[in-house]
């Protein structure tokens, strides 16, 4: 009856994502929780009552800013906010989190998500006057070898058009530089049958477009043996309703013909691959455990190369492992040339906590580490420049994501995962989440632009 009464004493929550998109469809999933518990989400620390961060520690820098983060906000707890930690820092560090940042009082690794209404529960009751001085320090944590569903029940999708499916967590191929198998542990998939329910729930929701998650989403093994990755890949497409199925990230020894083979067969699999190559020696990519050699990995370059549409593919490189000579460095720039990729995230390699690469020798100074880098990214933006040229008088089909209004322009997204951004004349304007034919007529090295063709 009340709505401002009730308003003033709804709990409220702040929650900020930092890291890869696993971790944002996580939030997604946080957030639906607790608007199920009764928390209502705003904008700014300032209006919260509890503020969340769901944290990424692939590298040192992103660890480094979840502390810095907290640190900045610290002086909010005289005012009775309540603050916690969730995601892979969370798991990393554990209870060594409420050492390093005495405010906190909830450490939450991505495992226990489910857990978290009873432990708001808790957290709630530590908010009694008697408990003020202490704070209460509560800990979702699990031993990472669970077989534990990662499934939660409410999700808030923050996109009405396209939405995340993750279909499996964690990774067994322990990279020698790599947190992921800690923080998120061990693989585990979701049965082919729920990952097709979840699809039909999106469609007749009006989701057209829907992007398959895992940090090996192509190491996907269906627990009831009904269906491969390209097998399920497929059976989404055909989900009445969708137009766009992506699926990110692949890991190249998983990488199948079939996979291939599915996106000829089923249009609605959107023309682009992520295929993370981390270096072009072999050499190198021994040394970090990748269980690939370069001519591998190039042998799926061209299975997808040789695919009826013509696909993009994108990739991820770390500079600067240990022992990475400036002879390996070059073989890793002429395979971008080999390649002709349509993007790369390129990273100088971090040395991470409980990773057998922390024992090598060789490291790498940082400012060499740092050229490496430079160099890399200039003749990356040099291959994108003419990669990119070629779209130009071509037609795309994008999906509408919004508008600039500062610029006028409408922003799209293409099959192959290209940005293109377009004027629309006169009284054809297109709506967001719609699709639409453009016109490409100029490019970037990161975009094109074009005009709405109708
Ligand atoms: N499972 C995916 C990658 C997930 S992590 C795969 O195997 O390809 C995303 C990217 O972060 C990696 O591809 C890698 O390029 C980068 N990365 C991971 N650990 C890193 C580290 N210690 N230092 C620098 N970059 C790293
Ligand atoms: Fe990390 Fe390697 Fe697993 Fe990818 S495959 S998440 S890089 S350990
Ligand atoms: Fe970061 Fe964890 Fe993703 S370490 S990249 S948020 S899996």
Same mark, same amino acid.
């Given at each position: 009856m009340c709505g401002v009464g009730e308003q003033s004493a709804q709990k409220t929550f702040y929650l900020e994502t930092f890291g890869c998109q696993m971790n944002v469809h996580d939030s997604e999933k946080v957030v639906g929780t607790l608007v199920q518990e009764g928390y209502r989400q705003v904008e700014t620390v300032e209006q919260a009552d509890l503020i969340l961060y769901n944290t990424c520690s692939i590298r040192d820098k992103a660890e480094q800013k979840v502390f810095h983060r907290l640190a900045d906000f610290k002086k909010l707890q005289a005012q009775g906010k309540k603050f916690g930690v969730l995601g892979c820092v969370a798991q990393q560090e554990g209870e060594k989190i409420f050492e390093r940042? @005495?405010? &906190?009082s909830l450490v939450c690794g991505s495992a226990s998500y489910r857990n978290l209404p009873s432990m708001l529960v808790q957290l709630e009751a530590g908010k009694s006057p008697a408990a003020a001085t202490t704070p209460v320090r509560i800990t979702g944590l +699990? +031993?990472? *070898?669970? #077989? #534990? $569903?990662? #499934?939660? #029940?409410f999700t808030a999708r923050t996109n009405p058009h396209r939405g995340y499916i993750t279909i499996i967590e964690g990774c067994d191929k322990f990279c020698a530089y790599c947190v992921v198998p800690f923080t998120r542990g061990r693989e585990r998939s979701r049965t082919s049958e729920s990952v097709l329910v979840e699809a039909r729930q999106m469609a007749e929701m009006g989701y057209t477009e829907i992007q398959l998650l895992g940090q090996n989403v192509n190491s996907y093994r269906d627990p009831t043996g009904k269906k491969s990755f390209a097998e399920l890949l497929a059976a989404v497409g055909e989900v $009445?309703?969708?137009r766009r199925v992506r699926f990110t990230t692949s890991h190249p020894r998983d990488f199948g013909r079939d996979i291939i083979e599915a996106i000829d067969a089923v249009p609605t699999l959107c023309d682009h691959v992520h295929l @993370? &190559? *981390?270096?072009?020696?072999t050499r190198i990519l021994e040394a970090m455990q990748r269980l690939y050699a370069r001519d591998e990995y190039m042998e799926r370059i061209a299975w997808i190369k040789a695919a009826k549409r013509e696909i993009s593919i994108t990739t991820d490189v770390i500079v600067g492992f240990p022992g990475e000579t400036e002879s390996d460095f070059s073989e890793t720039l002429n395979l971008l040339d080999e390649v002709g990729y349509d993007g790369v995230f390129s990273f100088k390699y971090s040395a991470r906590p409980n990773t057998p690469a922390l024992n090598l020798d060789d490291a790498i100074p940082e400012e060499e580490k740092s050229r490496r880098l430079e160099v890399l990214m200039a003749k990356q933006r040099e291959i994108q420049i003419s990669r990119y040229k070629k779209y130009v008088g071509q037609r795309c089909e994008v999906m509408v994501e919004g508008k600039n209004p500062a610029r006028g322009q409408w922003i799209g997204r293409t099959s192959q995962n290209k940005t293109l951004n377009f004027t629309a004349g006169g009284s054809q304007q297109p709506t967001v989440g719609s699709y639409a034919p453009v016109l490409v007529t100029a490019s970037f090295p990161n975009s094109l632009v074009g005009e709405l063709v109708m």
């Open positions: 940042a @005495p405010h &906190v +699990d +031993d990472r *070898q669970t #077989e #534990e $569903c990662f #499934e939660t #029940e $009445c309703g969708i @993370p &190559v *981390q270096s072009g020696s």
